[in-house]
Structures are given as C-alpha cells and as structure tokens.
C-alpha cells in the first residue's frame, strides 16, 4: 500500500494496468485514479483530451464507458464504478465534450434506478494544475449547470 500523503493517498495505475483491472480491452482510460482519506473514497477514470478528435468520436468513447457500467464485468475487480473525468486543452474544449456526452445520459440510465449510469466531469488542464486544484469547484458535470467540486464533502483527515 502506498504512504498516505497529508490528505490522503494517490494510488494511480497506467491505461494497460487499468484495461486489465477492468478486463476489457474495448475501454483502456489513461489512468485510474483511487483518492482516500478517512473519510471519503474517490475512485476516478482519467482521461486527457489533447484535442486531436472530433466532438462525435468523444462520444462513442463516453458510450462505451456506459457499455461497460451496463455490462457488470467490472464488478469483481473493481467494487466501485469510477467518475470519468476528462481533462482537456481549454474551457471551451471541455464545454464542447460536456456537451456531446450529455445525450448519452437519459438513455443510459442505471437499471437499478433513476438518474444516470456514472458520472462524467470535464475541467481544463490549467484550472486542474492551478488554485485551487482538482479537488475545487473546476469541473463542468455532464447534466448539470456550472461548475463543481469532484466531492461532495470537505477533505480533511479529520474525523
């Protein structure tokens, strides 16, 4: 197990790690992000979008996350479904991938219930690497309006 830093540990595995945590070959993320501190558990689907694929192609990519929620393989490997969360070039970029994740949601919702099957937060790469940071309000929620925290809670090791 990794040391646990001030406010917790970073865990993060490469996309070939994490394709074969997940056992599929179909979704093969950048990285896979596990946050914890005593209080609360962030497991996160990292992709970088350096801007180089149209809008379209953004979304099939999102689908098949939704494919792969939908399909349980993950279960035993994972125990928890991850947020994806995309870090792009500009504001604008990750408006424009918000925005064409969006129609993926009402039509992929969790069989178990309302509301959507995961969660997919855009932010851009100089509001994730600046104050104040990316655990702050930086992230635009496909489904919601305006920007949000990535956790719901305050982050301190104290109980």
Do not use: N
């Not at 865990?11 to 914890?36: F, H, K, N, Q």
């Amino acid at each position: 197990m990794p040391q646990t830093e001030p406010f917790g540990s970073w865990p993060r595995e490469c996309d070939w790690a994490v394709a074969l945590r997940v056992g599929t070959s179909t979704i093969v993320p950048d990285a896979y992000l596990l946050y914890r501190t005593p209080r609360v558990e962030l497991a996160a689907f990292i992709e970088v979008d350096l801007g180089t694929e149209g809008t379209r192609r953004f979304a099939r990519k999102m689908s098949q996350y939704v494919s792969l929620y939908r399909s349980g393989l993950w279960r035993d490997r994972l125990g928890v479904w991850p947020v994806v969360l995309t870090i792009t070039t500009s504001a604008l970029r990750a408006t424009a991938l918000r925005r064409a994740t969006e129609p993926l949601l009402p039509s992929h919702s969790d069989a178990a219930g309302p509301g959507q099957a995961t969660e997919f937060d855009f932010c851009a790469l100089t509001d994730f690497l600046g104050p104040p940071g990316p655990l702050g309000g930086i992230w635009q929620v496909a489904g919601r309006d305006g920007l949000h925290e990535v956790l719901d809670v305050a982050v301190s090791d104290e109980p």
